[in-house]
Nanobody, 121 residues
Framework: VQLQASGGGLVQPGGSLRLSCAAS????????IGWFRQAPGKERELVAA????????YYADSVKGRFTISRDNAKNTMYLQMDSLRPEDTAVYYC???????????????WGQGTQVTVSS
Protein backbone atom coordinates (compact mmCIF):
# COMPACT_ATOMS: atom_id res chain seq x y z
CA VAL A 1 0.00 0.00 0.00
CA GLN A 2 1.32 3.39 -0.97
CA LEU A 3 0.04 6.95 -0.67
CA GLN A 4 1.84 9.68 -2.57
CA ALA A 5 1.02 13.27 -1.64
CA SER A 6 1.93 16.14 -3.93
CA GLY A 7 1.02 19.71 -4.79
CA GLY A 8 2.52 21.65 -1.93
CA GLY A 9 4.50 24.83 -2.37
CA LEU A 10 4.85 28.48 -1.50
CA VAL A 11 1.80 30.68 -1.90
CA GLN A 12 0.88 34.19 -0.83
CA PRO A 13 -1.88 34.78 1.71
CA GLY A 14 -5.25 34.60 0.02
CA GLY A 15 -3.94 32.26 -2.63
CA SER A 16 -4.88 28.68 -3.49
CA LEU A 17 -3.25 25.29 -3.78
CA ARG A 18 -4.57 21.86 -4.67
CA LEU A 19 -3.01 18.86 -3.01
CA SER A 20 -3.26 15.41 -4.53
CA CYS A 21 -2.93 11.99 -2.93
CA ALA A 22 -2.40 9.04 -5.25
CA ALA A 23 -3.17 5.64 -3.76
CA SER A 24 -1.97 2.25 -4.89
CA UNK A 25 -1.83 -1.30 -3.63
CA UNK A 26 -5.13 -1.36 -1.77
CA UNK A 27 -6.83 -4.75 -1.90
CA UNK A 28 -9.96 -3.22 -0.41
CA UNK A 29 -11.18 -0.17 -2.34
CA UNK A 30 -13.46 0.99 0.46
CA UNK A 31 -11.11 3.21 2.40
CA UNK A 32 -11.57 6.68 3.78
CA ILE A 33 -8.94 9.35 3.30
CA GLY A 34 -7.91 12.04 5.70
CA TRP A 35 -5.70 15.04 5.18
CA PHE A 36 -3.64 15.93 8.24
CA ARG A 37 -1.20 18.73 8.82
CA GLN A 38 1.59 19.33 11.26
CA ALA A 39 3.25 22.64 11.91
CA PRO A 40 6.58 22.93 13.75
CA GLY A 41 6.09 22.40 17.48
CA LYS A 42 2.44 21.42 17.09
CA GLU A 43 0.56 18.16 17.10
CA ARG A 44 -0.64 16.56 13.92
CA GLU A 45 -4.25 17.57 13.31
CA LEU A 46 -6.96 16.35 10.98
CA VAL A 47 -7.89 18.99 8.44
CA ALA A 48 -10.44 17.12 6.32
CA ALA A 49 -11.61 13.59 5.65
CA UNK A 50 -13.82 11.85 3.11
CA UNK A 51 -15.45 8.45 2.99
CA UNK A 52 -14.95 6.05 0.11
CA UNK A 53 -18.26 7.02 -1.50
CA UNK A 54 -17.70 10.71 -0.87
CA UNK A 55 -21.00 10.86 0.96
CA UNK A 56 -19.43 11.63 4.31
CA UNK A 57 -16.96 14.43 4.85
CA TYR A 58 -15.34 16.13 7.82
CA TYR A 59 -13.67 19.52 8.08
CA ALA A 60 -11.84 21.11 10.95
CA ASP A 61 -13.45 24.37 12.05
CA SER A 62 -10.33 26.27 11.06
CA VAL A 63 -10.71 25.33 7.38
CA LYS A 64 -14.48 25.17 6.89
CA GLY A 65 -15.55 27.22 3.92
CA ARG A 66 -11.97 27.47 2.61
CA PHE A 67 -10.89 23.87 1.97
CA THR A 68 -12.69 21.23 -0.07
CA ILE A 69 -11.88 17.53 -0.02
CA SER A 70 -12.82 15.29 -2.92
CA ARG A 71 -11.86 12.01 -4.54
CA ASP A 72 -11.84 10.33 -7.92
CA ASN A 73 -12.00 6.61 -7.23
CA ALA A 74 -11.52 5.75 -10.90
CA LYS A 75 -8.10 7.39 -10.67
CA ASN A 76 -7.40 6.29 -7.06
CA THR A 77 -6.66 9.92 -6.31
CA MET A 78 -7.89 12.22 -3.59
CA TYR A 79 -7.67 16.00 -3.53
CA LEU A 80 -7.61 18.85 -1.07
CA GLN A 81 -8.47 22.19 -2.65
CA MET A 82 -7.24 24.95 -0.40
CA ASP A 83 -8.48 28.49 -1.00
CA SER A 84 -8.09 31.73 0.90
CA LEU A 85 -4.91 30.42 2.44
CA ARG A 86 -3.57 32.03 5.59
CA PRO A 87 -0.10 32.04 7.15
CA GLU A 88 -1.43 29.76 9.91
CA ASP A 89 -2.12 27.10 7.28
CA THR A 90 1.62 26.66 6.89
CA ALA A 91 2.49 23.05 7.71
CA VAL A 92 3.47 19.71 6.27
CA TYR A 93 0.33 18.10 4.90
CA TYR A 94 -0.13 14.34 4.93
CA CYS A 95 -2.77 12.10 3.41
CA UNK A 96 -3.70 8.94 5.25
CA UNK A 97 -6.08 6.02 4.76
CA UNK A 98 -8.47 4.43 7.23
CA UNK A 99 -11.35 1.99 7.16
CA UNK A 100 -13.77 4.86 7.79
CA UNK A 101 -13.75 8.60 8.46
CA UNK A 102 -12.19 9.23 11.87
CA UNK A 103 -10.69 12.23 13.63
CA UNK A 104 -7.73 10.65 15.40
CA UNK A 105 -4.48 9.87 13.59
CA UNK A 106 -4.23 6.48 15.30
CA UNK A 107 -7.29 5.35 13.32
CA UNK A 108 -5.37 5.75 10.06
CA UNK A 109 -3.32 2.76 8.98
CA UNK A 110 -1.43 4.10 5.98
CA TRP A 111 0.33 7.42 5.51
CA GLY A 112 1.83 9.35 2.65
CA GLN A 113 5.18 11.09 2.92
CA GLY A 114 3.91 14.65 3.38
CA THR A 115 4.09 17.78 1.27
CA GLN A 116 5.11 21.21 2.54
CA VAL A 117 2.67 24.10 2.27
CA THR A 118 4.03 27.54 3.08
CA VAL A 119 1.78 30.59 3.10
CA SER A 120 3.83 33.75 3.20
CA SER A 121 4.17 37.10 1.49
Amino acid sequence: VQLQASGGGLVQPGGSLRLSCAASGFTNDHYAIGWFRQAPGKERELVAAISWSGGSTYYADSVKGRFTISRDNAKNTMYLQMDSLRPEDTAVYYCAAAARVASGPLKYDYWGQGTQVTVSS
